[in-house]
């Protein structure tokens, strides 16, 4: 690995680390006019926080552009670091001058930035659906944490991929990659702009649209389990407080409950998602790194 030590704060190796504002790295900002002069240029950019994330960036498809750490967390992670092009850059920074150079308080000492993969066409993602191997959608759901926590359980249940709604939070911000563990950048997803229009042609190619709400005369979900197993099915999630609307409902083959206590009127659409993939997805074997 190619480790450089950095001693100043105005070193320009670190801009892409100085004063993090996300939005910066997206490519509707610095990167849309060099991928026009150069279509090898990368679709923007991403960070990675910590080492479990950079254990699955490495061994991801994404190109890891630079790596920014302390040196004390230097031998925790030469192994991931040892995958790396040799030419890849490895910075070393004091951990005094880390939250002055990024403007947060990175307690975990190593960040990394990434290249952005291109952007699958939701018909890419929709394909992968598969008899126990379900889709996740998404509509709306504009907390990190949320998304990131959804990535975790598409993985953990065997998840063909996600779609989410133009509103939906960006799976590769820094936070909601961190709460996926990393997963985010492993789990095929796709942005849906025509939306729900193009969630409801799924059903003509086969796949059976569940959408998850706690309103009265929804089916149970262990009975929409058991009638389509074996068959391609897409689970539809929304936020918290308004739920799907009326428009992404009418996409659904079936409204699915999960049963509950009386008194309690819904779940945590991260805990809701993890219940119905359970349900619906085979947990056979161990997600792909």
């Known amino acids: 690995m190619r480790c450089i030590p950095?001693?100043?704060?105005?070193?320009?190796?670190?801009?892409?680390?100085?004063?993090?504002?996300e939005r910066q790295l997206l490519p509707a900002f610095t990167w849309a006019a060099q991928r026009r002069a150069d279509p090898q240029a990368p679709w923007g950019k991403f960070m990675a926080e910590g080492d479990v994330v950079l254990h699955r960036l490495v061994r991801s498809t994404c190109r890891t552009l630079s790596v920014l750490l302390?040196?004390?967390?230097?031998?925790?992670?030469?192994?991931?670091?040892?995958l790396l092009p040799a030419d890849t850059p490895v910075y070393l920074i004091d951990p005094g001058h880390l939250e002055p150079l990024t403007g947060f308080s990175l307690h975990r000492g190593l960040i990394?930035?990434?290249?952005?993969?291109?952007?699958?066409?939701?018909?890419?993602v929709a394909a992968l659906a598969a008899p126990?191997?379900?889709?996740?959608?998404?509509?709306?759901?504009?907390?990190?944490?949320n998304v990131g926590g959804v990535f975790r359980n598409a993985a953990a249940f065997g998840?063909?991929?996600?779609?989410?709604s133009p509103r939906c939070a960006d799976p590769l911000y820094r936070k909601s990659v961190r709460v996926s563990v990393g997963y985010a950048m492993t789990i095929p997803w796709a942005y849906v702009m025509d939306w729900p229009g193009e969630v409801g042609t799924l059903r003509s190619?086969?796949?059976e649209v569940l959408a998850m709400?706690?309103?009265?005369?929804?089916?149970?979900?262990?009975?929409?389990?058991?009638?389509?197993?074996?068959?391609?099915?897409?689970?539809?999630?929304?936020?918290?407080?308004?739920?799907?609307?009326?428009?992404?409902l009418a996409t659904a083959s079936r409204r699915v409950a999960i049963s509950m206590a009386a008194g309690v009127d819904s779940l945590n659409v991260v805990v809701a998602g993890a219940v119905a993939l359970h349900a619906l997805a085979s947990t056979r074997g161990a997600p792909a790194e």
Not at 13 to 20: K, V
Not at 220 to 246: M, Q, S
């Open 6 to 21: 950095v001693g100043s704060l105005d070193d320009p190796r670190l801009d892409d680390y100085r004063a993090i504002k």
């Open 112 to 124: 990394a930035i990434a290249a952005r993969p291109r952007p699958l066409d939701p018909k890419e």
């Open 205 to 207: 190619r086969g796949i």
């Open 159 to 164: 998840a063909a991929g996600v779609l989410l």
């Open 213 to 248: 709400t706690p309103a009265t005369g929804a089916e149970r979900l262990e009975d929409a389990a058991a009638a389509f197993r074996g068959r391609p099915t897409a689970i539809l999630l929304g936020a918290e407080g308004p739920g799907l609307t009326v428009e992404a």
């Open 132 to 145: 126990d191997r379900p889709l996740v959608i998404l509509e709306d759901l504009s907390n990190h944490d």
């Open 70 to 82: 302390t040196p004390t967390r230097l031998r925790a992670v030469e192994a991931d670091l040892a």
